[in-house]
């Protein structure tokens, strides 16, 4: 049977010690964007149409998008975590106006502005858009 090297040894005991400290996990924190409102454009990905207005509010541990709400989505539950001065937010939000749809939205904010992506997942195919809004001032 081989031996370990020293090194080799000592560099899994400075992980397993020091290692998490470094390496932090990201703790979700309930209802970190509550409160929040945010005005800007929801584009296709890869489409000339023009841009939807759109509306971003969190509030009370949940989501809305006042540009999706014609197409059947509602509020969601989100999620989010802090990254240093970013904060990433994810939620998914079933569409009552038919089965199985659904939008993915993942994002961040920095500041006053809010940046991400939404697919809306269908029965045969999804369409990826992109968001970018600020707080209204």
Do not use: H
């Not at 005005?39 to 207005?53: H, K």
Request: hydrophobic fraction near 40%; proline fraction near 5%.
């Amino acid at each position: 049977m081989k031996k370990m090297p020293a090194i080799t040894f000592l560099s899994v005991l400075a992980i397993l010690f020091f290692g998490f400290e470094l390496c932090p996990v990201q703790a979700e924190e309930r209802g970190l964007l509550d409160g929040m409102k945010f005005e800007g454009s929801l584009t296709e990905d890869g489409s000339q149409a023009a841009p939807f207005e759109e509306t971003l509010i969190f509030e009370n541990g949940e989501f809305l998008s006042k540009a999706c709400i014609p197409y059947g989505f509602a509020k969601a539950p989100y999620k989010a975590t802090r990254e240093g001065d970013r904060i990433k937010w994810s939620a998914v939000v079933p569409n009552s106006d038919s089965k199985g749809d659904k939008a993915g939205w993942s994002g961040s904010v920095v500041g006053d502005k809010l940046t991400g992506k939404m697919t809306w997942s269908k029965a045969n195919k999804t369409i990826d858009y992109t968001v970018d809004a600020e707080t209204p001032r």
